[in-house]
Structure formats: structure tokens, C-alpha cells
């Protein structure tokens, strides 16, 4: 739980750094997060016995598609960091990912969700229309870049459980993503390049920091406890985003947004709840 919770505090700070380096190219920004990311996990390898070895041919076709849509995935969210006006709000759009993760294993792993897993997925999309709050104009463009970076990140997630299944290694799926990424916005970057003042290259910097920080986290949590007794606890990102916003931004998440947050967290605990009495009982009945 520390982990996962160390985790949600990382992104949030990593939501919070992306916002507060201004008015940059967003590919420059998402160069910078991965370029930091990939440093630091290849450090991480060098170290490990099987080094940047790939567990089979039949797990490469995965990791580009892992990469290829979780690049997508993180540039729909910065953009919605840094046009939807509150960092909370893209936090909370990012989290419909386990929702997301659910439908996606329909279709690549065959895995037909339950009636009660169902529900809460409508409840959760619920919740996001009060965020989103669509109309026809413009001004929807960053909360549906927010939700769209929700449903990529619910579709990587879903190729890292499938790479888990095959044996491959989370540290070099996180390398694998981070270098790509690096060499896909790379010539964005040198294309689009702004000149930065110092707080922005610390800000950029820290960003890379910060995410990779929440992806040894994520990683820890995930190997010491199983997801179902602990993922609920990555929704306190929402919440360090929002006193982060509040605090160091000044953003006020708008009412509507709020009762989007209540019924999305809501539907996630109830998910979580839901799903440890019904093995609860199945144990309980085992042991009859």
C-alpha cells in the first residue's frame, strides 16, 4: 500500500511539473519525461542478470504494441495537463484506465467482465461525462484528450499483462516504452524546439524524475500484493493532484468536476470492495 501510495504521489508530482513548465511544445515535454525514464531504468538493467535481453520473439510484437499505444496515451494526457485548466481533472480521466483495462482484456485475452464489473464501468463513465461536461465546441478538445488518454493507458496496461503472462521482465517492458517514446518525439523535439529558462529545464527534469519514480513504485506494489487488494489506493493521485493544483496553481477543480471525482472514486472502490467480499466468501466456503 506504501508503494502504490509513494506511486500516486510521484504522477501527481509529475502532472504537476509537466503544468508548471508553461507554455512549451508538448512533445518536448514528453521527450524530457521519457528521456529521464529510460536513463534511469537502463542503469536499473545494466544491473540485472538477464540485462536488455528480450524473454522471446513472441513478446516483441507486444512491447511495440505497449509502446506505440502508451506513447499516444501520455501525449493525450500532457496535452490535457496543460489545457484542461486543472491537473486534478487530467488525473482523473487518466485513472478510467483499470476501467478501460477491463473491456480491453474482453477483446485481447477473452476474459468476459462480470455483470457487477459491468456497472461500475457505466458508473465510472458516468462520472467522467461530469468532468468531460461535452458540448460542441472547442473548449471539450482537452477533457476528451484526457478521457481518449484514459482508454490508451487502459489498452498498454492490458499488453503489460499479457507480456507478464509470456515471462517477460516489467523493467525492460518500462525500458522498452521509455526508449521508445524517447526516439519517437525525438525529432518533434528538434523540429518544434523552444528555448527554456532555468526553472523550465528543472521543471522538465524533475517531471522525467518523478515518472519514473512512479513506475518503480507501481512496479514494487504490484510485485509484494496482488492488484485487486491494492490498486484501488493509486486514486490518491486525485487527490495529491488537487492539493497540489490548489496550492502551487491555484486551480480550483470546478463543482461539477468534483462530483465527477466522488462517483469515478466511488465506482472504483465499490469495484474493490465488491470484488474482496466475493473472495472472501469463496474462501470462507472453501473451508466449509
Known amino acids: 500500500m506504501l508503494f502504490i501510495l509513494g506511486a500516486a504521489l510521484s504522477f501527481a508530482f509529475m502532472n504537476y511539473f509537466v503544468n508548471a513548465a508553461g507554455d512549451l511544445p508538448v512533445m518536448q515535454k514528453v521527450f ?7 536513463f534511469l ?22 512491447l511495440f504494441l505497449r509502446a506505440a ?29 483499470p476501467f478501460f483495462a477491463i473491456l480491453f482484456s474482453l477483446l485481447l485475452l477473452r476474459e ?9 464501468i457505466l458508473i465510472a463513465f458516468g462520472g ?10 472547442s473548449e471539450t478538445l482537452p477533457a476528451l ?25 516489467g523493467s525492460m517492458t518500462v525500458f522498452f516504452f521509455s526508449a521508445f517514446s524517447t526516439l519517437v518525439s525525438l525529432p518533434f523535439f528538434l ?21 519514473a519514480a512512479g513506475q518503480f513504485f507501481i512496479t514494487a506494489a504490484y510485485r509484494f500484493a496482488p492488484a485487486k487488494e491494492i490498486a484501488v489506493f493509486d486514486y490518491m493521485q486525485v487527490l ?39 473472495d472472501r466468501r469463496k474462501k470462507s466456503e472453501q473451508a466449509k
Open 145 to 169: 484528450a484526457g478521457f481518449a488518454s484514459g482508454a490508451a493507458a487502459g489498452f498498454a496496461y492490458t499488453c503489460v499483462r499479457i507480456l507478464g503472462l509470456k515471462g517477460e521482465r
Open 32 to 38: 524530457f519525461r521519457n528521456l529521464i525514464a529510460a
Open 112 to 120: 468476459k467482465p462480470r455483470v457487477w464489473e459491468i456497472v461500475f
Open 240 to 278: 495529491f493532484a488537487a492539493l497540489l493544483g490548489f496550492f502551487l496553481l491555484n486551480q480550483v477543480p470546478a463543482p461539477l468536476s468534483i462530483v465527477g471525482y466522488v462517483v469515478i472514486i466511488g465506482a472504483a472502490v465499490g469495484n474493490f470492495l465488491y470484488r474482496l467480499l466475493r
Open 41 to 62: 531504468v537502463f542503469f536499473v538493467l545494466l544491473f540485472e542478470k538477464q540485462k536488455f535481453r528480450i524473454h522471446s520473439k513472441a513478446c516483441l510484437p507486444w
Open 128 to 137: 467522467a461525462m461530469c468532468v468531460v461536461r461535452p458540448t460542441f465546441s
Open 191 to 211: 523540429a518544434f524546439y523552444t528555448p527554456m529558462t532555468a526553472w523550465q529545464w528543472t521543471a522538465l527534469i524533475l517531471s522525467g524524475v518523478s515518472a
Open 69 to 97: 499505444v502508451g506513447f499516444l496515451g501520455v501525449v493525450l494526457n500532457f496535452y490535457a495537463i496543460d489545457h484542461i485548466g486543472s491537473i486534478s481533472d487530467a488525473s482523473i480521466l487518466n485513472k478510467l484506465s
